[in-house]
């Protein structure tokens, strides 16, 4: 027998689906329990509403990115190839989820909401991804001398939140228009700027 996480994430994936491919407009609770092979009744006990589904989706794919882009990162041996991987994992998959979101995005504007996007997307991923890019940093600092100016965690927390800046930019432009070509020199040249003067 299936436990409440399972039945829910299958919930979950039909309705991304639906959405991939209908929008939200024209997808229904009954569409959605059809597609998960669940009652409505099953589907009511997980969500109140269409709308919960939809929060729980984005939320997800969220979820989904930053896992994924940390995956990447911790592949990586030095900081300098950990923020690039930061970038050009976070890129490549938010212009996949572009084109998987491609009707939604190009004939429901108005539940595609950029600024609403990524007030989420930081309310979810915020705090974490700074945790993670100052994690990188101290680890450049320990093992491959790079120093931090004013006081190593004030100097840790500014660079961390201006690379963070510069990544929400990729995202904005990757969700507007799937922007962002050479992707790797820009991401090459980001970081240079950054570290310019830090060893």
Do not use: W
């Not at 409440?4 to 309705?15: M, T």
């Not at 030095?78 to 490549?92: G, N, V």
């Not at 974490?128 to 600092?141: H, N, P, Q, T, Y």
Request: proline residues 1%; glycine residues 6%.
């Amino acid at each position: 027998m299936k436990n409440e996480e399972e039945v829910k994430k299958e919930i979950l994936a039909a309705a991304k689906r639906l959405i991939q491919q209908h929008g939200i407009d024209k997808t229904t609770m009954r569409d959605v329990a059809r597609a998960a092979s669940k009652g409505k009744s099953t589907l009511y006990y997980y969500f109140k509403n269409k709308e919960e589904i939809i929060d729980a989706v984005i939320r997800e794919e969220h979820d989904e990115l930053y896992l994924k882009v940390k995956r990447a990162v911790d592949k990586k041996k030095t900081m300098e190839e950990k923020l690039k991987a930061y970038l050009i994992t976070k890129t490549s998959i938010l212009k996949q989820k572009r084109k998987q979101y491609e009707f939604l995005i190009d004939n429901e504007s108005h539940h595609f909401n950029i600024k609403n996007f990524f007030l989420l997307s930081i309310e979810v991923n915020g705090g974490r991804e700074l945790v993670f890019i100052r994690s990188i940093l101290m680890d450049g600092a320990k093992n491959e001398g790079y120093e931090f100016p004013v006081s190593e965690m004030l100097g840790m927390d500014v660079i961390a939140e201006s690379f963070l800046t510069y990544s929400r930019g990729v995202e904005i432009e990757v969700s507007i228009n799937m922007g962002l070509d050479l992707i790797e020199e820009k991401a090459e040249m980001m970081i240079s700027i950054l570290l310019k003067g830090l060893k």
